[in-house]
Each structure stands twice: as C-alpha cells, then as structure tokens.
C-alpha cells in the first residue's frame, strides 16, 4: 500500500499547482480523474478543503447582515435611552415629592400655631432655601351637609404647593380647623 502511495504522490508531484483556485475549478475534467485514482481519504479531504476555498473567494460581511446589525444597535441604543430618560424624571419627582413634604409640615405648623382668628388666605414662596417652589393658602367657612350648626366652628383651611415654572409639580394638602365663636 505504501508503495502505491508513493507512485500516485509521484504522478501528481510533477503537475504545477499554481496559487488561486484549486485545480478542481479549473478543469471539471482534471477533478474527474483525480477523485478516481485518489481513494486515499486524506487526499479526498484535502481536495475537497481547497474546491470549498474557490467558491467562497469573496470574505466580509453582506449588506444583509450589516443591515441587521444596525438595527439591533438601534433598538438597543432606543431602550437604553429611554430608561435613561425615565430613571431621571423619576429621581427628579422622588426629590420634589420629599421636599413638598417637609416644606407642607413646616407650613402646616406655622398655621397650627397661629390664633385660630387670624387665619387669612395668603401665598409665597419658601425663600432662597428652596427656590421655585410657590404656595397658595385658601381659608375658607366648612360646609357640612346635614350639619349647618357645625360649619360655622370649623374652617377648611387649602394648602397647594407647586414647584417650577408652569406649575409642573403640584401637592395638595387639605385641613379643617375647629374655630370657637367669641360672643
């Protein structure tokens, strides 16, 4: 068997092989005998391997599949910028919504603890502490259905504070107070 190894090795040493597409290609022919004196599977495999090699000359990327990839970019690109966006518009209304709070409870306090008698509608704004946010007091006689007698002891004192321009942020605190009559 060796020796017929080297004799068939001897045959197709002598024929050029030059560089490019196999011989295969070349010459359907040339394939022809070649694949009959070659029972060899490691000649048959090496063969095969270059005939593959000059049928997929052209190495790289269709359009296709550039195509498609920049989409998947895009949509990622999308969803990442969207939760971006979301994430900072709600940070931005978890700080507005603890900030109002305590600002509502510190001017809730100042009602509390002024005379019941001196209760006026009025509005401002925080200061220099809290700049852009704005507030509106409306006091006003509580009106109970079915209990008239009680509406003239109680007041419905409206709390609203707002944050920016446009009023973007609002918070809305509602409070009744019991007032005694001086006869």
């Known amino acids: 068997m060796e020796e017929w190894?080297?004799?068939?090795?001897?045959?197709?040493?002598?024929?050029p092989i030059l560089p490019g597409p196999d011989?295969?290609?070349?010459?359907r022919d040339l394939q022809t005998q070649l694949l009959k004196y070659c029972s060899d599977i490691n000649v048959f495999q090496a063969?095969?391997?270059?005939a593959g090699q000059c049928s997929r000359t052209n190495s790289g990327f269709t359009l296709l599949e550039v195509m498609i990839a920049m989409a998947?970019?895009?949509i990622t690109l999308v969803v990442a910028f969207g939760s971006q966006s979301q994430s900072?518009?709600?940070?931005s209304e978890a700080k507005f919504n603890t900030t109002v709070a305590l600002l509502a409870q510190g001017k809730i306090a100042e009602i509390m603890a002024?005379?019941?008698e001196d209760l006026v509608s009025d509005s401002?704004?925080?200061g220099e502490d809290f700049p852009g946010y704005h507030w509106d007091l409306t006091v006003r006689d509580a009106a109970f259905a079915g209990a008239e007698e009680a509406s003239d002891y109680v007041k419905q004192i409206d709390l609203s504070i707002s944050y920016a321009e446009y009023d973007q942020y609002q918070y809305r605190l509602r409070l009744y107070r019991f007032v005694p009559k001086t006869r």
Do not use: M, V, W
Request: hydrophobic share 35%; with cysteine; glycine share 4%.
């Open 5 to 15: 190894n080297n004799i068939r090795q001897e045959q197709y040493s002598s024929t």
């Open 23 to 27: 011989l295969a290609c070349r010459d």
């Open 47 to 50: 063969s095969r391997a270059r």
């Open 72 to 74: 998947i970019i895009a």
């Open 88 to 91: 900072l518009s709600l940070a």
């Open 114 to 116: 002024e005379q019941p």
């Open 124 to 126: 401002g704004y925080f």
